[in-house]
């Protein structure tokens, strides 16, 4: 999927994009015919968006899969989590809205301190 989504961004809709991704889809579907392939009539965006949610259902009980694909994206969409306040006696207390903004800097992972500690070169 990854070789698709990359020959679909650099060159756009290409019969190795196509390939790629059908390959994937023949396999997911069980079957030899093209009856689910891709339509080399689809435009670059649409296939770029075909292929990620293709790698959503390829990879759905892979763990970190969508932070990872969302962190590597030029357009970053906000994410926002509600989360409701429990007391101790189990009644609501309020809630919290954590927000992960579009070029928020927690889209990438820290370099361990343990490394920047070994490498003073390394910054944050």
Known sequence: MIHAEAEARLKG???EALTSVNKVRRRAYNTATDKYDIPSSVSATNLIDL????R???????DHHRWF????????????HVFTLIGD???KIG???YT?????KNYTLPIPLKERQNNPIIRN
Do not use: A
Not at 51 to 54: D, F, K, L, S, T
């Open 69 to 80: 694909d969302l962190r590597r994206m030029k357009n970053r969409p906000e994410i926002k």
């Open 89 to 91: 006696d189990g009644s």
């Open 51 to 54: 292929i990620i949610e293709e």
């Open 100 to 104: 992960l903004y579009t070029d928020d």
């Open 13 to 15: 809709v290409t019969s």
């Open 56 to 62: 959503s259902k390829e990879l759905c009980f892979e």
């Open 95 to 97: 809630t919290e809205t």
